[in-house]
């Protein structure tokens, strides 16, 4: 959605939604390790993605601003 919006704002609202999404992303995968809902080999897989992920929206948001 982000990508389709010309205004400025707008587009920040978005990204900083998906931004708060993924850091409730990680906390939920840090929770089904805890529980042991996941294995550790899965659990770092996935936090690797979402670094990646987050890394890159990030960056994103920095260059809008």
């Given amino acids: 959605m982000a990508a389709g919006v010309s ?7 978005y990204l900083r939604s998906v931004s708060a999404k993924i850091d409730l992303l990680r906390l939920l995968t840090r929770l089904a390790k805890d529980c042991d809902c996941i294995t550790n080999k899965d659990y770092l897989e ?7 992920i987050g890394r890159m929206l990030g ?7």
């Fill in 59 to 65: 960056g994103w948001i920095k260059s809008i601003k």
């Fill in 7 to 13: 205004s400025g704002e707008l587009k920040l609202k």
């Fill in 46 to 52: 996935l936090q690797s993605h979402l670094h990646e």
